[in-house]
Each structure stands twice: as structure tokens, then as C-alpha cells.
């Protein structure tokens, strides 16, 4: 089988290596005479693969289990956006959000539906093609949290600088960079990733929680739903996704080998440096979305000169083995999720038919 260079925003590219090993170990997991999927969820091979995996994630990002514990939940990044409110907003209490992006949008109106959310900084004024300046931001007494999406996945912009919110928790969604950069994650009292585009398949979402701030959750929402039933039974209160875990266990494992969050770091810049170049040098053919400073290294976005032309590229991209450009279906243009398991060849293979294309076309 020839692999297609695969730049889907999500479920997105998994590492042959990673594909290769579920394969192998898919009907006899660990000599058991069984595959993992008939197993169960009680098992001590189980219970190992589940703490494993948290103990892996946490040693990628180098925070200590003192102060940190890690969760694995199903329900995505979305049940995400209302499992935060549900556990930390209150009778006068706000949550207040950073808007940088649909997906931090969908948080925000997400959080309404719960208690009282407010802004505390937007981009969508500009389009989302530029960032709302953190640095300086403000947050009443009465802020329960701020949240904000540290990579925006669908208009491609990431954020490089972090708010100082003094004593308020500090809450990101990292679904689409989460170990794709180094970043001062103690800064952070909570932050989530679901898995299927950094860190493994659909089906699970890691979440890392300061200690100080899983006890301080509401208790009265239902205990399927509750930070601390999850912390409490180890990520094992009823029956979770353990195909899914499995998988994003072995891609964490193959990031450790890689050399882990700075090696991916650095391939990612040179990735993403690839096709901004091939952007920047078409004499406009391509245009970019974002403006360069808030450029993402993990979703990058473009446009040409019609929607025509765009579904051209994707199409006729696709017959050529690059898979997954055509641009999310609220916006349009075109896109290229490069996260860690998209090697930099791919990257290269995409450049050169940026260059063909313009060549034809341009
Ligand atoms: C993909 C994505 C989501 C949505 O994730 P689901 O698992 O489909 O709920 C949310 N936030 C970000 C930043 C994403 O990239």
C-alpha cells in the first residue's frame, strides 16, 4: 500500500510505526491469548495501560504528579467546553474567555448555557486573522476562570505569549497543539486535548488538572460527569475507551522516542516554515490567512484567488496522494494540519506541488 501524505485537521495522521504495532498487537495483546478489546476494563493489564498513559503524558510535559493529575474522559474537547462551567462556575462567579476562533466560541456559548460567561479579549473583528493581545489583560474579582484555545485549529493561528491572570485558574484548550510545543504549562490550572489530532484516535481526551483546582469543583453535578469521580477511580470509574487509549499510549510512546515535545517543537517549525515559504514566495498566488506573527506551526492556512480555484488545488491535490487540504467547511480556503506525525518530508512533497500548481495556474 502506498501511504498518502495526509494532512487531515482531524482524526488526522498517525505514525505507520504506531498503525504497524496496533496491527500486531491487535488479536493476542500481551500473550494474554486475547486482543485488548475483548479484555476487561477491571483487568490488571488494563489498569497498567491506563496509568501508563497518564504517567507517560505528564512526563512529556515535564509537570511533577504532585501538583498535577491527568484524566482521560471521553465526549471529545466539546464535552470539554461544558464540563468546565459545570464544575467551576457559581452564583457570582464568571467565566470569562478568550475569543480567538470558532472552536473558542463554541466554549464560550457552551459556558453560557451553564451560568454567566463574558469576553476578556477577542480577535473576531479582524477575521480571526490576527490574535487578541493577553499580555496585558484585566480580570474582575469575580472571574472564576479564563479560558482560552492556545491553537486555533480551523483558522490556523497559536498563540506565543500567555496571560498573566494573577490567582485566577488559567484554563486552555490545547486539543490541536498539545506536545506539538514547548510551552510554560504551570501556568495553567486545567488544560485538555482530545486525541485525534495531536496525541493519538477519537475516543479520548486527556485532560491535566492542578490539584488545588479538582478539589475545588462543584459537587453537585452528576458523578459520570465529575473531575474528581475520574481522579478518584483512576480514569477507570466506568468503562473507557480502552482501544483508544491504547493507540494514543503507543503515540506517546513514539513521541518519547522521537526525543519528545522539543524535537517535535523543532520539526515542527521547519514544517511549517516549508509552506509559509511557499505562501510567501508566489508573488500572491497564495495568500495566507493569518498574519505572520500569529501564524500557527501546527494548521496552516491559505487562500487563492477563487473558490473555484481552491477546490481545484484540494481535488486535484487529493488525485496526487496529498490528502485532507480542502480548508474547514465555515471557511473555506485551504489548509494543511501538519501535527507530529506528519513528517517534514510531507511537508516538502506539498511545497514542490504548491510550486507545480502555481506553475499551471498561476
Ligand atoms: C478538534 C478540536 C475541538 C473539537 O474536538 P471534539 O473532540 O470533536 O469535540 C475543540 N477544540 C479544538 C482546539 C480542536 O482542534
Not at 486573522?129 to 491553537?151: F, K
Not at 489530532?197 to 452528576?222: C, F, H, M, W, Y
Request: aromatic share 8%.
Amino acid at each position: 500500500m502506498k501511504r498518502a501524505w495526509n494532512f487531515n485537521p482531524g482524526p488526522a495522521a498517525l505514525p505507520l510505526e504506531v498503525l504497524e504495532r496496533a496491527r500486531e498487537t491487535l488479536v493476542d495483546y500481551d500473550g494474554k491469548g486475547m486482543s485488548l478489546l475483548e479484555m476487561s476494563h477491571r483487568s490488571e493489564e488494563v489498569e497498567r495501560l491506563v496509568g501508563q498513559t497518564e504517567e507517560t503524558l505528564l512526563r512529556l510535559i515535564g509537570l511533577n504528579s504532585a501538583d498535577y493529575r491527568v484524566l482521560l474522559m471521553a465526549g471529545g474537547a466539546s464535552a470539554q467546553f461544558a464540563l468546565v462551567p459545570l464544575h467551576f462556575l457559581g452564583p457570582g462567579k464568571v467565566g470569562r474567555y478568550v475569543l480567538s476562533g470558532s472552536f473558542s466560541e463554541k466554549a464560550y456559548r457552551e459556558a453560557q448555557t451553564v451560568g454567566e460567561a463574558a469576553v476578556a479579549a477577542t480577535g473576531k473583528a479582524s477575521g480571526w486573522s490576527r490574535l487578541p493581545d493577553v499580555s496585558g489583560i484585566d480580570l474582575e474579582p469575580d472571574t472564576a476562570y479564563l479560558h482560552m484555545t492556545t491553537n486555533n485549529t480551523i483558522e490556523g493561528s497559536q498563540f506565543r505569549q500567555l496571560p498573566d491572570t494573577g490567582g485566577v485558574p488559567l484554563i486552555g484548550d490545547m486539543t490541536s497543539d498539545l506536545l506539538g510545543r514547548s510551552l510554560d504549562w504551570s501556568r495553567f490550572s486545567l488544560f485538555y486535548a482530545a486525541a485525534q489530532k495531536n496525541l493519538g484516535p477519537a475516543g479520548v481526551t486527556a485532560l491535566v488538572i492542578r490539584n488545588d483546582l479538582l478539589q475545588s469543583g462543584n459537587e453537585r453535578i452528576p458523578a459520570i460527569f465529575r473531575y474528581k469521580t475520574f481522579a478518584e477511580h483512576g480514569s477507570l470509574y466506568n468503562t473507557p475507551p480502552v482501544h483508544a487509549i491504547y493507540v494514543m499510549k503507543l503515540m506517546l510512546d513514539w513521541t518519547e522516542a522521537q526525543g519528545g515535545v522539543a524535537e517535535m517543537e523543532r520539526r515542527g517549525e521547519e514544517k511549517a516554515a516549508i509552506l509559509y515559504r511557499a505562501i510567501d514566495d508566489s508573488d500572491g498566488f497564495y495568500r495566507g490567512i493569518v498574519e505572520p506573527p500569529f501564524r500557527s506551526t501546527m494548521n496552516v492556512t491559505w487562500r487563492l484567488a477563487d473558490e473555484a480555484l481552491e477546490r481545484k488545488f484540494a481535488d486535484e491535490a487529493e488525485r496526487g496522494g496529498l490528502a485532507g487540504l480542502a480548508g474547514h467547511r465555515s471557511v473555506g480556503g485551504l489548509r494543511a494540519s501538519i501535527y507530529n506525525a506528519v513528517p517534514v518530508e510531507a511537508c516538502r512533497e506539498l511545497a514542490a506541488w504548491m510550486n507545480d500548481f502555481r506553475r499551471k495556474f498561476g
